[in-house]
C-alpha cells in the first residue's frame, strides 16, 4: 500500500512540476510554450520511458526486455525456461496505471508438448504498476497470479 501512495504521490508531483511552466507563462499573459494537455503527455511519456530495457526477475519469474516499438520478450519464464513475446502499453486511466501484456508467441509446446500451452497465449493480460523507476520494476496481476518484482541487471 504504502509502494501505491508513493507511486501516485511521484506522479502527481511529477505531471505538476511538468506542468509549471506553462501555468508561469499563463499567469505572465505570454502564451504557453505547448498546450497542457501536450505536457501531461510529455509527462506520461517520460515515465514510460523508464520502462524500456531489461529487467531481472526472481527465479522461474522471468526476465523481460521492454523496447521502445511496443514490443516485449519475457524470457527464462517457468521452471522450463519458456520465452514469451509480445506487444506492451500502458493505460493511464487509473492509478495505479496498467500495464497491457498481448502475448503474441509461447515456445511452451514447442519445448514440452505434454505442457498445457500458456494461458495468455494470444490475450492480454493487464496488470497493475506498482513501483517504476530506474532501478525497480514491480507490478500485481489479477487473482492468485501476484506480484512480480523486477531489478535492472548487474552493469
Known amino acids: ?75 527464462n519464464f517457468t521452471p522450463g525456461q519458456n520465452t514469451l513475446t509480445g506487444t506492451w502499453s500502458i493505460r493511464w486511466d487509473a492509478l495505479p496505471p496498467t500495464l497491457l501484456l498481448n502475448c503474441k508467441t509461447s515456445d511452451f509446446k514447442k519445448k514440452f508438448p505434454d505442457w498445457p500451452e500458456y494461458e495468455y497465449l494470444g490475450k492480454t493480460q493487464e496488470v497493475k504498476l506498482l513501483e517504476l523507476n530506474n532501478d525497480t520494476l514491480l507490478y500485481r496481476a489479477p487473482g492468485a497470479e501476484g506480484t512480480w518484482h523486477g531489478r535492472r541487471p548487474e552493469k
Open 1 to 75: 500500500m504504502k509502494t501505491i501512495l508513493e507511486l501516485c504521490v511521484s506522479l502527481a508531483l511529477f505531471l505538476q512540476i511538468a506542468a509549471a511552466p506553462a501555468a508561469a507563462d499563463k499567469a505572465k499573459g505570454a502564451p504557453a510554450t505547448q498546450p497542457a494537455g501536450l505536457a501531461k503527455a510529455d509527462a506520461l511519456a517520460a515515465l514510460e520511458q523508464k520502462l524500456l530495457g531489461t529487467w531481472r526477475g526472481l527465479p522461474c519469474e522471468g526476465d523481460y526486455t521492454f523496447n521502445p516499438d511496443g514490443t516485449y520478450t519475457l524470457a
